[in-house]
């Protein structure tokens, strides 16, 4: 197996990184579950030394992810926190980071309550607007980081315009690429300098592992990645590496159907007489429906939708049967979840509301299953409103 360097999305998720295995041809990469490698005298070891630093599993997964990024290099963690903690560490004592305000939950808990410890400073603001995202950066800022589309009010960013804002400021840019799957987008050759991933969600795509994914393209950051990777040790291990490796080689065949399944849903709740609003870029009515056509392919699988309050939502999500009420996203079966009391439980109440996140909101992570089932599913548990 030998993969050009012009070879197609679908091409790369299958093989990049992935060469039969050397020792038996096994196709498929093995779960290489060692803590250590035998050396073959003093100094003499195959590249391989202790299994924090280096595991064939992982490196495979690696290349494979750097490959579908179009990164250089990448570097895979315990999980997608871990993987944004560790670009965090490119950071020192009095950097400020400007960040989309409608962050991940986690994302937001973990710069506002462990990093503000080490002296970083944060100003969150609607990366959406590109005059809010100017006029956020200091002399200070060292980083730009972005979520496009952003949890769970799917607004988008313009990362190619807001990349050469921030490189015009010389700040680098980190976007978290997880709810839309490189498959739907790639903010590297749009000019982001890292992407992150949890690799828990569209990555892997069945619900069976948490791991997390940096991918980078400039040497410092590359350099500086691999080094705390061991220092800090967050590392994913081998099973994961392996259970993510078998995902991304359906990812393509799996986005097109969360994409199109989610299509149908979204514009059957936004005709649904009991639904007040529904969140989805693939919407005429989504206010940045044209630039998520130009900057993704399809408009993923996440949708969210307000029912009026919080007793209706409780009604809807209690009343489910096919849908799962679950936290996470990106499975092959559909989630369906309540973010102000779930994903979103770890926000302060005014700033959930201050960025739409109301109690009556739901969202849904649109699985790969028939339409007609998931449709007639929110049929019936909408009519118990
Ligand atoms: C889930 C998620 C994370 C965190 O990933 P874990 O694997 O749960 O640590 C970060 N960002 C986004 C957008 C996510 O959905």
Not at 7 to 19: D, P, V
Not at 25 to 31: D, L
Not at 197 to 209: I, Q, R, Y
Not at 309 to 338: F, Y
């Amino acid at each position: 197996m030998t993969l050009r360097d012009d070879a197609r999305f679908s091409t790369i998720c299958i093989h990049a990184g992935q060469a039969p295995d050397p020792s038996t041809g096994a196709i498929i990469t093995p779960i290489y579950q060692t803590s250590t490698y035998v050396q073959d005298a003093l100094g003499v070891h195959k590249g391989y030394e202790y299994a924090r630093t280096q595991n064939p599993t992982r490196a495979a997964l690696e290349a494979n992810l750097a490959a579908i990024e179009g990164g250089r290099a990448a570097f895979a963690f315990a999980s997608g926190m871990a993987a944004t903690g560790a670009v965090m560490t490119l950071l020192q004592s009095g950097d400020h980071v400007v960040a989309t305000d409608d962050l991940y939950g986690g994302t937001y808990r973990l710069f506002e309550r462990v990093l503000r410890k080490y002296q970083l400073d944060f100003t969150y603001t609607d990366t959406s607007d590109l005059r809010q995202l100017e006029r956020a950066i200091r002399p200070a800022t060292r980083l730009v980081f972005l979520e496009t589309p952003t949890n769970p009010m799917l607004r988008i960013t313009d990362l190619t315009a807001a990349c050469a804002i921030a490189h015009g400021h010389g700040v680098p840019v980190a976007v978290d690429n997880t709810f839309a799957s490189p498959y739907v987008q790639r903010p590297l050759p749009l000019g982001a300098d890292l992407v992150i991933h949890s690799t828990t969600k569209f990555l892997n795509g069945h619900s069976d592992s948490v791991g997390g994914v940096v991918v980078a393209v400039r040497d410092d950051h590359i350099d500086w990645l691999r080094f705390v990777q061991n220092a800090e040790g967050a590392i994913i291990g081998p099973m994961d590496a392996w259970l993510v490796l078998r995902g991304t080689k359906t990812l393509p065949v799996r986005m097109e159907r969360h994409n199109a399944n989610a299509m149908v849903l979204a514009e059957y709740l936004a005709s649904h007489p009991k639904v007040a609003a529904v969140h989805y870029p693939g919407l005429p009515s989504h206010p940045q429906h044209e630039l998520a056509r130009r900057q993704m392919r399809g408009f993923g699988g996440l949708i969210s939708f307000s029912v009026g309050s919080l007793e209706r939502a409780r009604t809807l999500l209690n009343g489910v049967r096919l849908m799962s009420l679950a936290e996470s996203l990106g499975g092959v079966e559909t989630l369906i979840s309540h973010p102000a009391t779930m994903t979103h439980a770890s926000v302060p109440p005014e700033r959930r509301r201050a960025l739409g996140v109301t109690d009556d909101l739901v969202r849904v992570s649109v699985g790969i299953e028939d339409i007609d089932d998931l449709r007639e599913d929110l049929d019936q548990a909408l009519d118990r409103i």
